[in-house]
């Protein structure tokens, strides 16, 4: 039978870890934590920030290490390892950060009022009000 493992141990080694743009699969891996951890990080709101907060910072790593990748002339023969990388570190950088990174959202609305009628009202208001100071005099 499987011991149980205390994830609360390996918690802040995991984010350490993510936050430096290691991939979560691979840490989890190489500490030997086993596949559940990630299930046990959603299931709890403050976990799951903090999760996130992690994969976020790496988002900025990330963007280091795409900008160093762009700059690198690569040897013709590399040129599509190099365009799939950079897509997938963009791919990356968009889900940990998405309010930096991800596509941008424009909403656009138009609005069509007819103040042809509030026109009327304010005309006819201006016509009682002549007519009263008229009766007054």
Same mark, same amino acid.
């Given at each position: 039978m499987r011991q149980k493992q205390n994830y609360d141990d390996h918690f802040l080694d995991v984010l350490n870890e993510v936050a430096t743009g290691e991939p979560v699969h691979k840490v989890l891996k190489?500490?030997? $934590?086993h596949k559940n951890f990630l299930?046990?990080?959603y299931a709890d709101e403050q976990r799951k920030e903090l999760f996130s907060k992690a994969q976020a910072v790496s988002s900025e790593v990330l963007a280091s290490q795409m900008h160093e990748t762009a700059m690198t002339p690569p040897d013709p023969e590399e040129m599509f390892f190099v365009k799939v990388k950079l897509d997938a570190l963009k791919f990356l950088m968009e889900k940990y950060n998405p309010d930096k990174y991800g596509p941008k959202k424009q909403v656009?609305?138009? $609005?069509n009022v007819d103040i042809a009628a509030a026109i009327e009202a304010a005309d006819q208001r201006v016509i009682e009000g002549k007519t009263r100071l008229l009766d007054n005099d």
């Open positions: 190489e500490k030997n $934590i299930a046990w990080v656009e609305q138009t $609005i």
